[in-house]
């Protein structure tokens, strides 16, 4: 009779711990100790009893939706001249007595969904609700509820539901989802395909995935298979606390190919906390255009370490962060002590900052870190700046240009900001042309771009970027950081190389 491979035999072990002991001596009198190799833990020999207590929290969510009536667009056909059968086909394609009158189609959706509170709220995605003229929520017990809309949010894809039960329902929290590692086992239960209750196993793929598909991507990949009818649906720990939302996958077929995505505890629960108080979101906002600082503008701005931050590459008038003094070519590295890594956390960390609330700026400016305070406002009463273009003729003379860095620059003149739909109050130079096949272009500088900084200094003609270049050759700088602004007045710093 074989043996189980869970279940090793007694001559077995003492032989492995004889290796081991034998390894460790190997190693403990060895001139070049090594570190002793990382041990997995052993996986669960079932998911059976953890499933069993969470099924009945997990719902199935399906909606209808009234769309609009199709005219017909099939032809009468074409019939024998004096045929039996013309009648009936013109009572039949023809608008009279008998037609066929276009009729209301209801289309329908499922999803997933789950219970965080036992008098009846139920989460799942905005995109499995979204337009539904009528949700009902299907229990495991087969039971139904017709639910209302709490309130729901499209940037994170969540949305929230009330339902009205006769007995308090069972129900799941939010755990943890800061402390979830690469390789932590993940379950996830939903109704893929729409055929109820289903659970599959894997492991966490890796965390703040950014997938495009909002500003505030900071998704959980998770090879537990996923596909559709999953949407909305929780992914647990292995102690049943939901550290995720599924929301999407990759896949050509559009089933699980191992690659999915969950919006993560830590995001979903602030978001579904305000709509359950508010019916909305309630983001902060500090007023602010931020860049990403890549290698060179790293280099140039004189920023060090691993956390490159979030450059600013704009300032919004008397917003929260002008207001705080925050200036243009800034770098956060830090934001109410939270450390900013990249440009893609400084967003999130914002918008879960309580409105009103004053905070500490950690900013890199000009090489040397500074504190700023200042206090964050509301997202939803941000307005965008307006803009407006000149208008002038186009038979004006080309000004006197100068060549640098592969660009032809020209003095701010009435008619380049006619020419080049400039706003009155244009300030720098004027990139007229942007010579092929050089740094610049790659950069995607373009004709009509404002030249308004160099290295962190602003400069009104074409002497003065000369001038600037040649200090920064004289310093050994490998590259200019160029502050640039289009013509609707958006600014961006790029680096270019100076050789």
């Known amino acids: 009779m074989s043996k189980s ?45 953890l499933a069993e207590g969470l099924l009945d929290a997990v719902v199935n969510i399906s909606t209808s939706q009234n769309a609009p009536a199709a005219e017909k667009s099939v032809p009468k056909p074409k019939l024998p001249e004096g045929s039996p059968f013309e009648e009936f086909f013109d009572e039949f394609f023809n608008k009279g ?30 995109h499995v609700i979204d337009g539904a003229d ?31 039960p006769p007995k308090p329902l069972k129900a799941v929290k939010f755990g943890d989802s800061d402390k979830l590692r690469v390789g932590d086992w993940v379950l996830a239960i939903g109704n893929p395909f729409g055929l109820g209750g289903s659970v599959s196993a894997g492991i966490v793929s890796a965390r703040k995935r950014n997938i495009n598909s909002g500003p505030y991507d900071n998704f959980i990949q998770t090879d537990a298979a996923i596909n559709r009818g999953n ?21 050509p077929s559009g089933g699980s190919i191992g690659i999915g995505f969950s919006v993560p505890a830590s995001t979903a629960g602030p978001v579904v906390e305000q709509l359950l108080k508010y019916g909305e979101t309630r983001r902060g906002w500090i007023g602010v255009r931020i860049q990403e600082v890549t290698d060179d503008i790293a280099d140039s701005l004189g920023v060090k370490g691993a956390n490159k931050g979030a450059l600013i590459a ?7 962060a002008e207001k705080g003094g925050v200036q243009v070519g800034d770098v956060i590295v830090g934001f109410d002590g939270k450390p900013v890594k990249d440009v893609r956390e400084l967003p999130r960390i914002v918008a879960d900052t309580p409105i009103d609330r004053e905070v500490e700026v950690k900013v890199v400016r000009k090489g040397k870190e ?21 208008k002038g003729d186009d038979t004006a003379e080309t000004p006197k240009t100068t060549e640098a860095l592969g660009l032809t620059l020209a003095p701010v003149t009435d008619d380049l900001k006619a020419q080049f739909g400039l706003k009155p109050d244009a300030k720098g130079v004027v990139i007229t042309e942007v010579k092929e096949g050089s740094k610049a272009e790659e950069k995607g500088i373009q004709a009509g771009d404002l030249l308004v900084e160099v290295a962190q200094e602003a400069i009104s003609s074409p002497a003065d970027v000369a001038r600037r270049i040649e200090a920064l050759k004289k310093d050994n700088k490998k590259s200019a950081l160029l502050l640039l602004a289009n013509k609707a007045g958006d600014v961006r710093f790029v680096a270019v190389s100076i050789d």
């Open 97 to 126: 007595p008998g037609a066929q009158q276009p009729r209301a189609r209801k289309q329908s959706s499922l999803g997933s969904g789950f219970v965080v509170d036992p008098a009846g709220i139920v989460v799942t995605n905005n």
């Open 5 to 49: 491979p869970s279940r090793p035999s007694a001559v077995a072990s003492r032989a492995r711990g004889a290796a081991a002991v034998a390894l460790a001596a190997a190693v403990a009198f060895s001139p070049l100790a090594l570190p002793a190799p990382a041990l997995a833990r052993p996986a669960p020999e079932s998911f059976a009893d």
């Open 134 to 164: 009528e949700i009902t929520v299907n229990f495991n017990d087969g039971s139904k509820l017709v639910a209302e809309l709490v309130g729901k949010d499209a940037k994170t894809d969540l949305a929230v539901l009330r339902v009205k």
């Open 314 to 320: 704009g300032v919004n008038d008397d917003g929260p």
């Open 231 to 251: 949407s909305g649906g929780p992914l647990f720990n292995t102690d049943g606390d939901v550290v995720g939302i599924n929301t999407a996958i990759i896949s």
């Open 370 to 390: 500074e504190t700023l305070k200042l206090t964050v406002g509301r997202l939803e009463e941000a307005e965008a700046p307006k803009t407006a273009a000149a």
